[in-house]
T-cell receptor, first 112, second 116 residues
């Protein structure tokens, strides 16, 4: 059965801290890995990772994929209270059907 | 580009009633996915549809749940005879084509179903 496991499930930090969120996956016909940020609404897209070892950056956020070890990390530097959200990792599987398999998410709380 | 539109945003149904959730994909997108998010859980895949075809419904309960994506109009997720356990946020996502290396799914704002 396809699965995506995120850790930690919950994280509380202070503004300015750096955090690393982890995502491991076991998915048949893996194609790519996606990170989403979910506040009190729909998940919003952050990154799509297809190739190993290539870091993607967007401001203070960055992410990298290791297809050999089947995991990805999401880094957030100099955290702000606005970073507080649930961060979802999803593995995109392709074959007869396409679907995203989501982890349970990491709930990040950034305190002032 | 209006993005993925879902309605209603909130839906309250009594046990035994029917719930109809609608999703209009982004312009130019022909693939629609439905996900369910239960409290304290991640998004769970339910069904994947293209126009007039159900491609994968492996995540959808066999009874009471059905989905369609007609040639014209939005995709509909229908839940018959709702029970309290159906209370959840239901998200729809769309993507342009199958087989694209860089496919990303765009999500709607979700419909929060509450069964009382």
């Amino acid at each position: 059965e396809d699965k995506v496991v995120q850790s930690p499930l919950s994280l509380v930090v202070h503004e300015g801290d750096t955090v690393t969120l982890n995502c491991s996956y076991e998915v048949t016909n893996f194609r790519s890995l996606l990170w989403y940020k979910q506040e009190k609404k729909a998940p919003t897209f952050l990154f799509m990772l297809t190739s190993s070892g290539i870091e993607k950056k967007s401001g203070r956020l960055s992410s990298i994929l290791d297809k050999k070890e089947l995991f990805s990390i999401l880094n957030i530097t100099a955290t702000q209270t606005g970073d507080s959200a649930i961060y979802l990792c999803a593995a995109f599987a392709q074959g007869g059907s396409e679907k995203l398999v989501f982890g349970k998410g990491t709930k990040l709380t950034v305190n002032p | 580009n209006a993005g993925v539109m879902q309605n209603p945003r909130h839906l309250v149904r009594r046990r035994g009633q029917e719930a109809r959730l609608r999703c209009s994909p982004m312009k130019g997108h022909s693939h629609v996915y439905w996900y369910r998010q239960l409290p304290e859980e991640g998004l769970k895949f339910m069904v994947y549809l293209q126009k007039e075809n159900i491609i994968d419904e492996s995540g959808m309960p066999k009874e009471r749940f059905s989905a369609e994506f007609p040639k014209e109009g939005p995709s509909i997720l229908r839940i018959q005879q709702v029970v309290r356990g159906d209370s959840a946020a239901y998200f729809c996502a769309s993507s342009p084509t199958q087989g694209s290396t860089n496919t990303e799914a765009f999500f709607g704002q979700g419909t929060r179903l509450t069964v009382v």
